[in-house]
């Protein structure tokens, strides 16, 4: 601030408070007190993994706990990444996110394009269908899918899967992508109309080139809700070769006692996992808030 | 579009009514077989002693009789009430909190609100799993903390010892996981509070906490609402935390580990799908109560 700012501001104490008071420096103080401890809470159990992946044993069981690695070990992720198993599950949780993904966003953008763009009737009741849909509970026909799989004799094998996740990935496909479509100018639509395009001319020249960011925000929402998903996986896949990852992750706790548990090997496998995920989302992080907070924020 | 510009609008809206329930279609086919067709499959199924496999038949209402005495099930109901309320009601305070801290301008703002996604990108069965690392009794790091640096405690705590303990741990770990996505909601509500009307309180004599609550409440709470529907409504199906955590404990049993066990575990499709009924209806008065509330306060 310079010293005329400084004069002008001084003798003539009104009722505005000068900008650098010593109240303003505390509040400031206080401020980015709050924001150190608001990130050490979001990121520490982050670090601690991390840090646990990289420790050899003797310090990852070692109390008191060592807050920095004093020894720096690349076995965990050498156990890790040499477990066939582990690399399957990761394999397999690809193929179905993979598929859940595609095809949600393929009939969910139809389904979207119809409820964002058209006026008819019965819109607002397929409106509240998707919307229940979406908010419906799955373990309550978690037995129906069981019997629905069996008679099907698709029952452990991942196709179970695909099928069965779109009851949550579609329904929030077409939830987001139709907040996509509506904030599209109507102008650019009726352009393609005058100019001799069909209603699916227009969605796939004009609606799905403009909505590519909204539809790939949706596509990384819908892999991340995929890739988590566990009740399902557990209960649909009794064959380890069809495990995904939250199943894997998951037994190789179970499977030992609670002084045994091969924390650096899980941690390892853990960071694995979840790095890619969490740099894909920062990286898409303006595009994946409006998806999630459905397309109210700016992407 | 037409050849003729004197055929109707009247023409054109029915052929883009028929064109979007085309487009609304394959949606509502996945719908109908994933989602509609188990659900009345399951309503029907409660009233049978179906057990996989074995023989069916309609026994009326003798499951719902059965749940009624079922200790398992009420402790089942209560806990899965009781971490609802928990994790909502802290969720909903502290992601406030989070939401007006990253809404004032710092520097590294946008960094701040980068890192908000990051628990949200991870697996859940992945936070469950590093944060039972970090409650080890032995060489956990918040007994490191709580006993040997900050002596909080003269001894380890057995955080998963006692009912309330493990309730409490649990708790943590899904206020970890999600209030950063109330916080991204409400944060995207507070970016649409218009600044001039908070200034003018500000000019009129009003403090921060009196703005706050005359006006930056009122006004969020559109997105409030809905991030505490969301939330209600994931916490009430709460499975994946509970289940790495604590597996098939009897104190610790959700309403959808006991529909889980029930169903997967002991083939009793008839009883299980009593109780996955009881489960929707919980979850429908919880959605009615949210609705009714809205409708209350905007009158």
Request: with cysteine.
């Given at each position: 601030?310079?010293?005329?700012?400084?004069?002008?501001?001084?003798?003539?104490?009104?009722?505005?408070?000068?900008?650098?008071?010593?109240a303003?420096?505390?509040?400031?103080?206080?401020?980015?007190?709050?924001?150190?401890?608001?990130?050490?809470?979001?990121?520490?159990?982050?670090?601690?993994?991390?840090?646990t992946?990289?420790?050899?044993?003797?310090?990852?069981?070692?109390?008191?706990a060592a807050?920095l690695?004093?020894?720096?070990?690349?076995?965990?992720?050498?156990?890790?990444?040499?477990d066939?198993?582990?690399?399957?599950?990761?394999?397999?949780?690809?193929?179905?996110?993979?598929?859940?993904t595609?095809?949600s966003?393929l009939?969910?953008?139809?389904?979207?394009?119809?409820?964002?763009?058209?006026e008819?009737?019965?819109?607002?009741?397929?409106?509240?269908?998707?919307?229940?849909?979406?908010?419906?509970?799955?373990i309550a026909?978690?037995?129906?899918?069981?019997k629905l799989?069996?008679?099907?004799?698709?029952?452990?094998?991942?196709?179970?899967?695909?099928?069965?996740?779109?009851?949550?990935?579609?329904?929030?496909t077409?939830?987001?992508?139709?907040?996509?479509?509506?904030?599209?100018?109507?102008e650019?639509?009726?352009?393609?109309?005058?100019?001799?395009?069909?209603?699916?001319?227009?969605?796939?020249?004009?609606?799905?080139?403009?909505?590519?960011?909204g539809?790939a925000?949706?596509?990384?929402?819908?892999?991340?809700?995929?890739?988590?998903?566990?009740?399902?996986?557990?209960?649909?896949?009794?064959d380890?070769?069809?495990?995904?990852?939250?199943?894997?992750?998951?037994?190789?706790?179970?499977?030992?006692s609670?002084?045994?548990?091969?924390?650096?090997?899980?941690?390892?496998?853990?960071?694995?996992?979840?790095?890619?995920?969490?740099?894909?989302?920062?990286?898409?992080?303006?595009?994946?808030?409006?998806?999630?907070?459905?397309?109210?924020?700016?992407? | 579009?037409?050849?003729?510009?004197s055929?109707?609008?009247?023409?054109?809206?029915t052929?883009?009514?028929r064109?979007a329930?085309?487009?609304?279609?394959p949606?509502?086919?996945?719908a109908?077989?994933?989602?509609?067709?188990?659900?009345?499959?399951?309503?029907?199924?409660?009233?049978?002693?179906?057990?996989?496999?074995?023989?069916s038949?309609?026994i009326?209402?003798?499951?719902?009789?059965?749940?009624?005495?079922?200790?398992?099930?009420?402790?089942?109901?209560?806990?899965?009430?009781?971490?609802?309320?928990?994790?909502?009601?802290?969720?909903?305070?502290?992601?406030?909190?989070?939401?007006?801290?990253?809404?004032?301008?710092?520097?590294?703002?946008?960094?701040?609100?980068?890192l908000?996604?990051v628990?949200?990108?991870?697996?859940?069965?992945?936070?469950?799993?590093?944060?039972?690392?970090?409650?080890?009794?032995s060489?956990?790091v918040?007994n490191?903390?709580?006993?040997?640096?900050?002596h909080?405690a003269s001894?380890?705590?057995?955080?998963?010892?006692?009912?309330?303990?493990?309730?409490?741990?649990?708790?943590?770990?899904?206020?970890?996981?999600?209030?950063?996505?109330?916080?991204?909601?409400?944060?995207?509500?507070?970016?649409?509070?218009?600044?001039?009307?908070?200034?003018?309180?500000?000019?009129?004599?009003?403090?921060?906490?009196?703005?706050?609550?005359?006006?930056?409440?009122?006004?969020?709470?559109?997105?409030?609402?809905?991030?505490?529907?969301?939330?209600?409504?994931?916490?009430?199906?709460?499975?994946?935390?509970?289940y790495?955590?604590?597996?098939?404990?009897?104190?610790?049993?959700?309403m959808?580990?006991?529909?889980?066990q029930?169903?997967?575990?002991?083939?009793?499709?008839?009883?299980?799908?009593a109780?996955?009924?009881?489960t929707?209806?919980?979850?429908?008065?919880?959605?009615?109560?949210?609705?009714?509330?809205?409708?209350?306060?905007?009158?």
């Amino acid at each position: 601030m310079t010293d005329t700012l400084n004069r002008q501001a001084s003798p003539t104490t009104g009722p505005r408070r000068r900008r650098r008071s010593p109240a303003a420096r505390i509040r400031r103080l206080l401020l980015y007190l709050l924001v150190l401890m608001i990130a050490v809470f979001l990121l520490f159990p982050i670090y601690w993994a991390a840090k646990t992946a990289v420790s050899p044993d003797q310090e990852i069981y070692a109390t008191p706990a060592a807050y920095l690695p004093h020894q720096f070990t690349a076995q965990h992720f050498t156990n890790a990444l040499s477990d066939p198993r582990f690399l399957r599950s990761i394999v397999n949780s690809l193929i179905v996110g993979g598929c859940v993904t595609a095809i949600s966003v393929l009939l969910g953008a139809f389904a979207a394009y119809a409820l964002g763009r058209f006026e008819f009737r019965g819109r607002s009741l397929m409106r509240y269908v998707i919307l229940a849909m979406s908010i419906f509970p799955q373990i309550a026909i978690l037995g129906s899918l069981y019997k629905l799989l069996t008679a099907t004799h698709l029952y452990n094998t991942l196709p179970a899967l695909i099928g069965t996740y779109l009851i949550f990935i579609l329904p929030f496909t077409v939830w987001t992508l139709a907040s996509f479509f509506q904030q599209l100018p109507k102008e650019l639509e009726e352009a393609a109309y005058v100019d001799g395009a069909s209603a699916m001319q227009t969605f796939w020249r004009v609606m799905m080139p403009l909505a590519a960011p909204g539809i790939a925000a949706t596509a990384i929402l819908a892999v991340i809700a995929a890739w988590n998903e566990y009740l399902f996986a557990l209960s649909f896949e009794s064959d380890s070769s069809n495990w995904t990852v939250p199943v894997m992750i998951s037994n190789v706790g179970a499977q030992s006692s609670a002084y045994t548990i091969p924390w650096g090997d899980e941690m390892a496998a853990s960071l694995v996992v979840m790095v890619p995920v969490i740099a894909l989302v920062l990286l898409l992080q303006r595009r994946i808030v409006a998806g999630l907070t459905g397309g109210s924020v700016k992407g | 579009m037409s050849a003729q510009p004197s055929r109707s609008l009247a023409k054109l809206a029915t052929r883009q009514a028929r064109l979007a329930w085309l487009l609304m279609t394959p949606t509502m086919a996945v719908a109908a077989v994933v989602a509609l067709y188990p659900a009345v499959t399951t309503v029907y199924r409660s009233f049978t002693n179906d057990t996989f496999g074995g023989t069916s038949h309609w026994i009326g209402l003798d499951n719902y009789t059965t749940l009624l005495h079922d200790a398992a099930f009420r402790s089942a109901t209560w806990i899965t009430i009781e971490f609802t309320a928990l994790t909502v009601a802290v969720e909903a305070v502290l992601g406030m909190i989070l939401a007006l801290t990253l809404h004032t301008s710092f520097a590294g703002r946008g960094a701040m609100r980068a890192l908000l996604l990051v628990p949200f990108a991870i697996i859940n069965v992945i936070s469950a799993s590093i944060w039972k690392l970090m409650f080890n009794q032995s060489y956990g790091v918040f007994n490191d903390l709580l006993v040997g640096k900050l002596h909080l405690a003269s001894q380890p705590i057995d955080f998963f010892g006692t009912r309330t303990t493990a309730l409490l741990s649990v708790s943590a770990i899904d206020v970890w996981k999600t209030t950063p996505f109330v916080a991204l909601l409400l944060l995207a509500g507070l970016q649409t509070i218009p600044a001039d009307i908070l200034e003018a309180a500000q000019v009129d004599g009003a403090g921060p906490i009196r703005r706050f609550f005359s006006i930056t409440l009122p006004q969020l709470r559109p997105a409030l609402l809905v991030a505490l529907v969301f939330r209600t409504l994931d916490a009430l199906r709460v499975f994946d935390v509970f289940y790495v955590l604590f597996g098939a404990r009897a104190d610790t049993t959700t309403m959808s580990i006991y529909i889980e066990q029930n169903i997967v575990d002991f083939g009793k499709a008839g009883y299980g799908s009593a109780i996955s009924v009881v489960t929707m209806l919980l979850i429908a008065v919880f959605v009615a109560l949210y609705v009714g509330l809205n409708a209350r306060a905007n009158r």
